[in-house]
């Protein structure tokens, strides 16, 4: 009965019963430091906060208190008045002594004692039911649906919805994650890589997307900032530096074409060959897309976002369109199912990920929601890191070979461990914040990321070319 076990953990040693064990030593240092009556020293041992909000046990003190006398730690006098609370108690030099082993042994037991409470938390963090529980049906459910997406299928809504509907901390969800990992090595040969993005412009967007820092009408950008080439430039070649595979010039809308272009193809001639370039900017048809290729870019960044159409004034049927354009235009498509919120039904995410994935994405996953406040999602709940982990890896499971890399963002060690192999650094502009970010976002680095795809196993690879992508076929035109 769930009733009886709080009555039982009530008295249970995990509710702090145990901690008044402490009442002797602390009694020794308040009496270290002066004589005082019984009453005033049980005041004092309340005014220390071990019994948090509550008085000390009277009759319980003065008992303690007794029995320290007998053994030769405290000595006490007559006051005036009766009783143990006239009484004025000293400590004794056995006392003294007596104090500092509690001194040593205390300081010798924090070190335990916060190895325990490491590994209690590590556990409430990551005590998830273990993939053997899933029952054997819905394993063999997943195995065919990874075995239907590494032959070439396209994924079948209705199995998207079946793995979208497992509850995130399940084991059919741990299952899941780890069939995903293994899709990770057949595809991208156990292979992890960076996307490093650099937002070039800030600026009120009338637009005003719900979820977008930029929104004009949100007020949280108040005026356009563009940054310096020069420091454009500079982020992106130490991002290539230290190791990014794929460098993103992301602009706002307003951001012109002809800018972006000239931009690009500086990028292109002092970045490394193994960089490959990515525009994240507005929407762009056909002549447009083919001045950027010209420049330098070989992946275009672009979403059907997750309540397209609500919370942002674009046409939903444009904006796949577009995912379309991009691809009949021979560039790489990246698209993820973003901003990931807690209201996102399971039919919303899949039809994210169906249309990156109908598309050819060959980078696809999950980005979450951050709720930036001044924007209309100010406070509300946020994706769990397990939600994410699990949309993570059913892009993984059902992207196949056409689709060798899974984004999740912000990092999540568990997107990761479910196969997950690409993660973002970001700085300069970012809508998921308060604007521009003069360093690395919520100081995520590429170092960072690095050990975090080690920790899961990855090799890490520099190069967006050692590992291409073929991307799925669709209809010409389409
Ligand atoms: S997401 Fe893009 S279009 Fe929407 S408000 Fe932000 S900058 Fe403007």
Redesign the pocket.
Known sequence: MPGEEVDILDSCACSGANLPRFVQPVLLALLAQEPVHGYALVRKLADTGLFGPQMPDMTGCYRMLRDMEKNGVLESVSGRGEGPSRRIYAVTERGMRCLNRWTETLARSRGHLESVLDFLQAVQRTGRPSWEACPLKERAFMEEVRARALAGELPRREDMLRLLSYAPRSAEAAFLGRLARSVAREVAGDTARLWAAVGVDCAP?P???AF?A??RAWGVVKEAHEWATGDILGAACRYAFEGAAWVVLRT??QYGLERLSALTAKARELLPERCVLVANTGQKGARDIEALKKAGVEVMYHALRLGEGRD?PFDPGERRAALNTIRNAGMTLACLAEPLGVEHTDGEIADSLLAALSAGAEICGVMARINVPGTPFEGREEVSEERLAQVAAVARLCGGTATPHICVHPPVPLAVEWGANVLVVETGAV?RDAGEVPGEWKGFSVEDARKMFVQAGYAFSRSARDMAGRGREHPAGA
């Open positions: 967007c637009m005003n997307c977008c930029f929104g706002t809308e942002t809508p």
